[in-house]
């Protein structure tokens, strides 16, 4: 598995929080129905389904680094039709033919290191007029859980991009966009003990932490990890963008 790669499947069984950050999202994105709209990080689909049923009459861009994640989209929305399937990498420039009305996006941009070459590449698919609405890890993200990660391990360290407000906004205005509305939000997020927060470790959060150990070492490093948490919870922040691409 490469390192834009994921395990799909897990994580569509078990990506209950970001899809529900989704659904808190796409509720920020006004939409007539229309639109063609790009899902910049699509997943394994769960939050593009929602985003599909809110353009009955548009089509969505679904878009991801991953081919398992795509692979696994497929499955959910392939007959569903109206989708467009890239597989791409946010940071560089994106193999979209033509604009399209509104970018979406949520847990994708903290994965992309450029965020000066993330906003420059969605400012050129997007229509002059056109909507950013996202929702990505933010400044303090998950510091119980590194703090675990340096308690069982002090030479692996976290290598996600968790910005402020401040910084995104003025890469955001830089990029093209204005109306830029940026904030943080905590998010705790319980989960229950044991397994499921060994796994949802393993597969989302420590990714990058555990990729080259055999899997029964992948597990045992963030049931370790797990076991120096305060408490069952992964203590979320979430950095919120509200913007639009310039009137040409």
């Given at each position: 598995m490469s390192r834009d790669d994921w395990d799909a499947a897990t994580y569509d069984r078990i990506a209950d929080p970001q899809t529900r950050w989704g659904a808190e999202v796409l509720d920020r994105l006004e939409l007539a129905g229309?639109?063609?709209v790009l899902d910049a990080g699509c997943g394994?689909?769960?939050?593009?389904?929602?985003?599909?049923?809110?353009?009955?009459r548009g089509s969505v861009v679904a878009l991801d680094a991953s081919p398992s994640m795509l692979e696994e989209a497929r499955k959910r929305l392939?007959?569903?039709g109206r989708v467009e399937f890239v597989e791409a990498d946010?940071?560089?420039?994106?193999?979209i033919d033509g604009p399209v009305d509104a970018v979406f996006s949520t847990a994708t941009f903290h994965w992309i290191d450029d965020h000066e070459a993330l906003f420059r590449n969605l400012a050129a698919v997007v229509r002059p007029g056109g909507r950013l609405v996202a929702q990505c890890g933010g400044s303090g993200n998950l510091a119980s859980v590194w703090e675990a990660v340096?308690?069982?391990d002090p030479t692996r360290s976290t290598t996600k991009r968790f910005e402020g407000p401040d910084d995104t906004a003025r890469r955001l205005q830089a990029a093209g966009?204005?109306?830029?509305?940026?904030w943080l939000t905590d998010a705790p997020t319980p989960l229950e003990p044991g397994e499921p927060l060994e796994t949802f470790l393993a597969t989302v959060t420590l990714r990058h932490h555990v990729e080259g150990l055999p899997p029964d070492e992948r597990l045992a490093f963030a049931r370790a990890v797990a076991a120096n948490l305060p408490r069952p919870e992964l203590d979320y922040v979430r950095l919120n963008i509200l913007a639009a691409r310039a009137p040409a």
């Open positions: 229309n639109e063609r394994s689909g769960r939050v593009t389904e929602l985003l599909l049923a809110r353009v009955p392939g007959r569903k946010l940071g560089r420039p994106l193999p340096r308690a069982v966009f204005v109306e830029v509305l940026v």
